[in-house]
């Protein structure tokens, strides 16, 4: 079966702009959970999604804000965008939020410039 | 306060000879731990996990991990590495039961293997 699908994989921004990145888990995959990925900061997560609720978030500004839709696929928005904000965003799915394992997509790659 | 230490940010191993790459944690309880490998500009891919049971645990490509729960440590093997095991290696851990996104990444270590 497929899996982690994140679109687009390249998005080039200017400060100020805002972007909107989607994520597709694997079918069945209920919990979507979000990561931004940066050669200073490493892996830090953003938030995660079950049920179309917010679960959990991360100590990340107002800016970052995220949704779920029915069909368990997400989109996380970044509002007003900042030269820190470029980075690889990561999703991953797991069948429940207490699933062990989380299955990463290819993420996206933002730069603001 | 969970938390992971990879104490390595680079690791070179020759083609052919074994390769350890090293992971400590911090967890309240037990711990699920986990193995991940990243390429250039793609994702995260899971390599193994532990939960529950054997404290050695294979997983994809020839790699195996020890879960030592004195020594709160979870050290990534492999008996013989390939130039294609070179690649960003990211260990994990979570509290059993808790969230899948309360998991916490190490800063991860970087496996070179020359030829």
Redesign the interface.
């Known amino acids: 079966k497929a899996g982690?699908t994140?679109t687009p994989r390249y998005l080039i921004k200017t400060r100020g702009q805002q972007v909107t990145l989607s994520c597709s888990p694997i079918s069945g995959h209920r919990?979507v959970?979000w990561y931004q990925q940066t050669p200073g900061q490493?892996?830090q997560?953003l938030?995660?999604y079950f049920s179309e609720t917010q679960?959990?978030k991360g100590n990340f500004p107002g800016r970052f804000s995220g949704r779920q839709f029915s069909n368990s696929r997400s989109e996380m928005n970044v509002s007003t965008l900042e030269l820190g904000d470029s980075a690889?965003y990561?999703c991953?799915s797991?069948f429940?939020?207490?699933?062990?394992?989380?299955?990463?997509?290819?993420?996206t790659?933002l730069t603001v410039v | 306060a969970q938390s992971v230490a990879q104490p390595e940010d680079q690791v070179n191993v020759a083609e052919g000879n074994p390769l350890t790459v090293k992971c400590t944690y911090s967890v309240s309880g037990n711990p699920?731990l986990?193995w991940?490998v990243q390429y250039p500009?793609?994702?995260?891919?899971?390599l193994l996990?532990y939960?529950t049971g054997d404290n050695l645990v294979k997983g994809s490509y020839g790699f195996e991990a020890e879960f030592n729960k004195s020594q709160t440590s979870f050290h990534l093997k492999k008996p013989s590495a390939l130039v294609s095991d070179s690649a960003l290696y990211?260990c994990a851990v979570r509290a059993a039961?808790?969230?899948?996104?309360?998991?916490i990444?190490?800063?991860?270590t970087r496996l070179s293997i020359r030829p």
């Open positions: 982690v994140q919990s959970s490493g892996l997560f938030f995660e679960r959990n690889l990561l991953a797991s429940s939020s207490t699933d062990t394992e989380a299955f990463f997509g290819q993420g790659r | 699920y986990f991940y500009n793609r994702g995260l891919q899971f996990k939960i990211f039961y808790s969230s899948a996104s309360k998991i990444f190490g800063s991860g």
